[in-house]
T-cell receptor, first 114, second 111 residues
Framework: ETGVTQTPRHLVMGMTNKKSLKCEQH?????MYWYKQSAKKPLELMFV???????ENNSVPSRFSPECPNSSHLFLHLHTLQPEDSALYLC?????????????FGPGTRLTVL | QQQVKQSPQSLIVQKGGISIINCAYE??????FPWYQQFPGKGPALLIA?????SEKKEGRFTISFNKSAKQFSLHIMDSQPGDSATYFC??????????FGAGTTVTVRA
């Protein structure tokens, strides 16, 4: 295990549902990330939190809402998603600001939007 | 705009063969180049990384070759084993602390 856990591992939701993805890191890192992974495409960075403060929002639609209550936990709140949002959502953590420091990834949540 | 271009999209190699994955970039702000390995049902995990002042780095059967002038780097998997079957991503850190990934290469090693 990498020290980064994600729940749930699989999620199926309708377009009108509201759900949340949870990530927890046990590595003592101070930075956490949300990525979207779609088939045959590069990992897309969605949000970055450093010391619990959001420092990056890569033009992500407002139907995705992140929350970082402390440096060990990260949530991604989902509402009124579209079928094209179906993907693997990965959480990662690292020690900032050591550039080049390894990002440790969780196993991801496989999201299907019907 | 895809900042790191990776090829091929997939490859099949026989056990004991060599797998080669290529990546290219344009952004001169990139200054550290990791490779990640991802197995089905798992998140990516760091495999090996190189700085641009080094032309080659080897760890076991995995070697990165780096050509700074051409802005290209590649991963060689020597003596490929079935357990190496996975998706491999090249990546690049920029000096503003952003990590950009290639699209990934699915490697299948046939026994």
């Amino acid at each position: 295990e990498t020290g980064v856990t994600q729940t749930p591992r699989h999620l199926v939701m309708g377009m009108t549902n509201k759900k949340s993805l949870k990530c927890e890191q046990h590595l003592g890192h101070n930075a956490m990330y949300w990525y979207k992974q779609s088939a045959k495409k590069p990992l897309e960075l969605m949000f970055v939190y450093n010391f619990k403060e959001q420092t990056e929002n890569n033009s992500v639609p407002s139907r995705f809402s992140p929350e970082c209550p402390n440096s060990s936990h990260l949530f991604l709140h989902l509402h009124t998603l579209q079928p094209e949002d179906s993907a693997l959502y990965l959480c990662a953590s690292s020690q900032f600001p050591l550039r080049g420091n390894e990002q440790f990834f969780g196993p991801g949540t496989r999201l299907t939007v019907l | 705009q895809q900042q790191v271009k990776q090829s091929p999209q997939s490859l099949i190699v026989q056990k004991g063969g060599i797998s080669i994955i290529n990546c290219a970039y344009e952004n001169t702000a990139f200054d550290y180049f990791p490779w990640y390995q991802q197995f089905p049902g798992k998140g990516p995990a760091l495999l090996i990384a190189i700085r641009p002042d080094v032309s080659e780095k080897k760890e076991g059967r995995f070697t990165i070759s780096f050509n700074k002038s051409a802005k290209q780097f590649s991963l060689h998997i020597m003596d490929s084993q079935p357990g190496d079957s996975a998706t491999y991503f090249c990546a690049a850190w920029s000096n503003d602390y952003k990590l950009s990934f290639g699209a990934g290469t699915t490697v299948t090693v046939r026994a």
